[in-house]
């Protein structure tokens, strides 16, 4: 089976800065692309940003100057680098990653249990 553990959300004043981290395990042949997503109450989950194998990310318009997104494939890593947070940023975020597990057949897409982000004063 796979695993996508997030960690580094939390409580943050406005204006401050998280780091979000996920790591992928479990029977893994290969990982395409890996991003992270969000859903606040009440609202769908959206795309925050992704970064593809070789390392070109893609940025939701709402978070562009301000977030930075990364991976490492050797340790099977995405992280999120989240600066001038702002309220609006407050919201469940999720990390997605698209695997070629052992034994399949094909490309499956999977998420991680969320960690919450609250930007509040």
Known sequence: ???????????????????????????????????????????????????????????????????TISRDNAKKTVSLQMNSLRPEDTAVYYCNARLFMYGSTNWSDYWGQGTQVTVSS
Do not use: H
């Not at 960690?7 to 800065?17: A, D, K, Y």
């Open 1 to 67: 089976q796979v695993q996508l553990v997030e960690s580094g959300g939390g409580l943050v004043q406005p204006g401050g800065s998280l780091r979000l981290s996920c790591v992928a395990s479990g029977s893994i042949l290969s990982i395409s692309a890996m991003g992270w997503y969000r859903q606040a109450p009440g609202s769908q989950r959206e795309l925050v940003a992704t970064i593809t194998y070789d390392g070109k990310p893609n940025y939701a318009d709402s978070v562009k100057g301000r977030f």
